[in-house]
């Protein structure tokens, strides 16, 4: 049979491909996978349907599959737990599916004014909104900056031990380890099953002259407020280890920034700042700190400053520090850093400056508000304490479901019977704390949802 180019695979032209094979020397693509045995390898054909006759019949097929999925727009949703449902203004998308900011890849300056400078009006947000002076392009996300972080804290210290904090996402705690372990020992501190917050005793036992940095976050993945956070910074100072606290930076226009209770650096996810949830795509981790040289240049990632341009009296905007990056130095860089998630920097930037100071003030008090509504009407139903812990709390809290004879996973089956997501189900991941759930409130929530919400979970606890 005559081999044919394939209309989706760059370089299929045989003659291309022929070429290419015989400048590597090559004699067929199977010698460039000699090394996998024939046994592993796949030889028949693969049970798929054939190719569509037309893109209108591909377009059709594609979205009946579409169609089976149940998103937040069709059902209430108080799910959280690190990807939320906030609302992302037009304006967000619209600035940020410009071509120029939606085609650009890595760029450089001749090719690249207007990103440029827009990022560096996203780090300079950032760091207001962090009361912080430094603030890096995004990471990936939450997972990859809080572990660049501490990769950072470690080379600051020369150190090579770090601890984090237990109550935090357990897949966080997961790539922290896959992602430091390397180079920085991970290790955990104990929490109090009761209020959530950290064990200063714990703590104070593991705290040592090897410790590189100290871990917690706040908000905690588990909703409540970490009210010892000037304790712990001091604790960890008193041994010459750094602090880093993990934020939701959409808390911080009612609550404290981290920075003004000695962290040394901050990180986090901006996914909350006008990036739509994409199915838990829509992340982009921020890493935050000081002014000071030394801890700058321990920065992985791209930063953009305000520099002198080549015509005299002009200014632009272009890396600071580029020799830091792998980039530039590449397998020789002091940590790799790929595609940065810049796109989504480019609209937490536009989301802020919509926002305002005022904006995220009152976006954190009604969120507050309708939390404490939410677990107010909760906490009147038989069986349930909500919150479970005794602690403050922002937007999620903790519901202890223990008392009511149901697993949360079963009680969630029937809420979704009525087009409604409860909250995640913690009993694998936080086995003390038995049949609980985590529950977040958006603005996207309304109080007569939360009523219907109340009502229908009434209804099928009543009927258990």
Same mark, same amino acid.
């Given at each position: 049979m005559t081999e044919r180019a394939h209309p989706y695979i760059p370089?299929?032209?045989?003659?291309?491909?022929?070429? $290419?094979?015989?400048?590597?020397?090559?004699?067929? +693509?199977?010698?460039?996978?000699?090394?996998?045995?024939?046994?592993?390898?796949?030889?028949?054909? %693969? @049970?798929?349907?054939g190719a569509m006759a037309s893109e209108i019949q591909l377009r059709k097929h594609v979205e009946k599959i579409l169609d089976r999925n149940t998103s937040c727009e069709e059902a209430i949703s108080f799910l959280g737990a690190g990807c939320y449902n906030h609302y992302?203004?037009?304006?967000?998308?619209?600035?940020?599916?410009?071509?120029?900011?939606?085609?650009?890849?890595?760029?450089?300056?001749y090719e690249d004014f207007g990103r440029f400078q827009t990022l560096w009006e996203y780090e300079s947000l950032m760091a207001e909104l962090l009361d912080m002076d430094i603030c890096n392009v995004p990471t990936y996300d939450w997972f990859q900056a809080a572990s660049t972080s501490l990769r950072m804290a470690g080379r600051y210290t020369q150190r090579s031990r770090a601890l984090v904090a237990a109550?935090?996402?357990? /897949?966080?705690?997961?790539?922290?380890? @896959?992602?430091c372990e390397p180079v920085l020992r991970i290790e955990t501190v104990g929490f109090d099953p009761k209020s959530g917050l950290l064990d200063v005793a714990d703590l104070k036992g593991k705290l040592s002259c090897e410790v590189a940095a100290v871990y917690f976050e706040n908000p905690s993945y588990l909703g409540f407020l970490e009210t010892q956070g000037q304790?712990?910074?001091?604790?960890?100072?008193?041994?010459?280890?750094?602090?880093?606290?993990?934020? /939701?930076?959409?808390?911080?226009?009612?609550?404290?920034?981290?920075?003004?209770?000695?962290?040394? +650096?901050?990180? !986090?996810?901006?996914?909350?700042? !006008? @990036?739509? $949830? @994409?199915?838990?795509?829509? $992340?982009?981790?921020? +890493?935050?700190?000081?002014?000071?040289?030394?801890?700058?240049?321990?920065y992985p990632s791209r930063l953009f400053g305000v520099t002198r341009s080549e015509a005299t009296g002009e200014w632009g905007f272009g890396d600071v520090a580029y020799d830091r990056t792998s980039f530039a130095h590449r397998e020789k860089g002091k940590e790799f850093v790929g595609t940065a998630a810049a796109l989504h920097g480019?609209?937490?930037?536009?989301?802020?400056?919509?926002?305002?100071?005022?904006?995220?003030?009152?976006?954190?008090?009604? %969120?507050?508000?309708?939390?404490?509504?939410?677990?107010?009407? $909760?906490?009147t139903i038989n069986g349930v304490k909500a919150p479970g812990l005794v602690a403050p709390f922002y937007k999620e809290f903790t519901v202890d479901f223990n008392g009511t004879g149901l697993t949360v996973a079963g009680i969630n089956?029937?809420?979704?019977?009525?087009?409604?997501?409860?909250?995640?189900? %913690?009993?694998? /991941?936080?086995?003390?704390?038995?049949?609980?759930?985590?529950?977040?409130?958006?603005?996207?929530?309304?109080?007569?949802?939360?009523?219907?919400?109340?009502?229908?979970?009434?209804?099928?606890?009543? !009927?258990?």
């Amino acid at each position: 049979m005559t081999e044919r180019a394939h209309p989706y695979i760059p370089n299929s032209v045989p003659e291309v491909k022929a070429a $290419m094979l015989a400048e590597i020397g090559a004699r067929s +693509i199977d010698d460039l996978y000699a090394d996998i045995p024939e046994t592993l390898r796949f030889r028949g054909k %693969l @049970n798929i349907p054939g190719a569509m006759a037309s893109e209108i019949q591909l377009r059709k097929h594609v979205e009946k599959i579409l169609d089976r999925n149940t998103s937040c727009e069709e059902a209430i949703s108080f799910l959280g737990a690190g990807c939320y449902n906030h609302y992302v203004p037009a304006i967000c998308d619209e600035i940020s599916r410009r071509s120029e900011f939606l085609t650009a890849y890595a760029g450089e300056p001749y090719e690249d004014f207007g990103r440029f400078q827009t990022l560096w009006e996203y780090e300079s947000l950032m760091a207001e909104l962090l009361d912080m002076d430094i603030c890096n392009v995004p990471t990936y996300d939450w997972f990859q900056a809080a572990s660049t972080s501490l990769r950072m804290a470690g080379r600051y210290t020369q150190r090579s031990r770090a601890l984090v904090a237990a109550n935090i996402s357990p /897949d966080r705690l997961k790539a922290i380890r @896959n992602y430091c372990e390397p180079v920085l020992r991970i290790e955990t501190v104990g929490f109090d099953p009761k209020s959530g917050l950290l064990d200063v005793a714990d703590l104070k036992g593991k705290l040592s002259c090897e410790v590189a940095a100290v871990y917690f976050e706040n908000p905690s993945y588990l909703g409540f407020l970490e009210t010892q956070g000037q304790l712990i910074a001091d604790l960890a100072h008193a041994c010459g280890a750094l602090l880093v606290v993990g934020a /939701d930076p959409g808390s911080l226009g009612v609550l404290t920034p981290p920075s003004n209770y000695g962290a040394d +650096i901050v990180c !986090g996810d901006i996914q909350t700042l !006008g @990036n739509h $949830m @994409n199915f838990g795509g829509g $992340m982009g981790g921020f +890493i935050a700190s000081r002014d000071e040289e030394k801890l700058v240049m321990e920065y992985p990632s791209r930063l953009f400053g305000v520099t002198r341009s080549e015509a005299t009296g002009e200014w632009g905007f272009g890396d600071v520090a580029y020799d830091r990056t792998s980039f530039a130095h590449r397998e020789k860089g002091k940590e790799f850093v790929g595609t940065a998630a810049a796109l989504h920097g480019i609209t937490a930037g536009v989301y802020l400056a919509l926002m305002g100071p005022d904006g995220m003030k009152e976006l954190g008090v009604h %969120l507050l508000q309708k939390a404490q509504y939410l677990a107010k009407r $909760m906490s009147t139903i038989n069986g349930v304490k909500a919150p479970g812990l005794v602690a403050p709390f922002y937007k999620e809290f903790t519901v202890d479901f223990n008392g009511t004879g149901l697993t949360v996973a079963g009680i969630n089956r029937a809420l979704l019977k009525h087009d409604i997501f409860g909250g995640k189900d %913690l009993s694998m /991941d936080f086995p003390m704390l038995g049949q609980s759930a985590l529950y977040c409130v958006t603005e996207l929530v309304s109080r007569e949802e939360i009523d219907t919400f109340i009502t229908t979970l009434d209804g099928i606890l009543g !009927g258990k």
